[in-house]
């Protein structure tokens, strides 16, 4: 009894820890969307327990005509959720992959490129010409879009770093 009890718990724990995911996810989709992701996340979850586990993705496989998928392959997608993938994980992926967001490391490595003394600034008005003359020129507006919500210095320059975890994570304003 007592054992049972202890794997409850850290059933409970590891589900209550997946509902900790960003609440701002649910921003990034219409309303629709959100409700096709629940279907689509329903569908999944076989054994109807509000978490995707491995044998979810097996019968899910199953159903849709494919018997033998290799282990490590189910682990590689379960643990791109890093830890239990309840709803919110579940969407937060897909928005991940569906924004095409890159990784935080890579976008602080291209901010680098601007930084050679590695201040953790970048020249605000350097940086708006380049936005405003390279590859997908933004538009002047766009520009000023851009650095309303862009986190600046006391001297007037964009603090990347902080600029990468707002693109990577949200802005903590919003929640």
């Given at each position: 009894?007592?054992?049972?009890?202890?794997?409850?718990?850290?059933?409970?724990?590891?589900?209550?820890?997946?509902?900790?995911?960003?609440?701002?996810?649910?921003?990034?989709?219409?309303?629709?969307?959100?409700?096709?992701?629940?279907?689509?996340?329903?569908?999944?979850?076989?054994?109807?327990?509000?978490?995707?586990?491995?044998?979810?993705?097996k019968?899910?496989?199953?159903?849709?005509?494919?018997?033998?998928?290799?282990?490590e392959?189910?682990?590689?997608?379960?643990?791109?959720?890093?830890?239990?993938?309840?709803?919110?994980?579940?969407?937060?992926?897909?928005?991940?992959?569906?924004?095409?967001?890159?990784?935080?490391?890579?976008?602080?490595?291209?901010?680098?490129?601007?930084?050679?003394?590695?201040?953790?600034?970048?020249?605000?008005?350097?940086?708006?010409?380049?936005?405003?003359?390279?590859?997908?020129?933004?538009?002047?507006?766009?520009?000023?879009?851009l650095?309303?919500?862009?986190?600046?210095?006391?001297?007037?320059?964009?603090?990347?770093?902080?600029?990468c975890y707002?693109i990577?994570?949200?802005?903590?304003?919003?929640?």
């Open positions: 009894m007592a054992s049972r009890k202890a794997g409850t718990r850290g059933k409970a724990a590891a589900t209550k820890q997946a509902q900790r995911g960003s609440s701002n996810v649910f921003s990034m989709f219409e309303q629709a969307q959100i409700q096709e992701f629940k279907e689509a996340f329903s569908c999944i979850d076989q054994n109807r327990d509000g978490i995707i586990c491995k044998s979810d993705l019968e899910t496989y199953s159903q849709l005509g494919r018997v033998s998928v290799p282990e392959e189910l682990d590689a997608m379960l643990q791109e959720g890093k830890g239990p993938i309840n709803f919110t994980v579940f969407l937060t992926l897909f928005g991940e992959k569906l924004n095409g967001t890159d990784p935080e490391e890579a976008i602080l490595s291209a901010f680098r490129m601007f930084d050679p003394s590695g201040q953790g600034v970048v020249n605000k008005e350097e940086f708006k010409q380049l936005l405003m003359t390279q590859a997908d020129k933004f538009s002047p507006a766009e520009v000023e879009q650095f309303a919500l862009t986190p600046m210095d006391l001297t007037g320059n964009i603090d990347y770093k902080s600029l707002i990577t994570h949200g802005d903590e304003k919003e929640e």
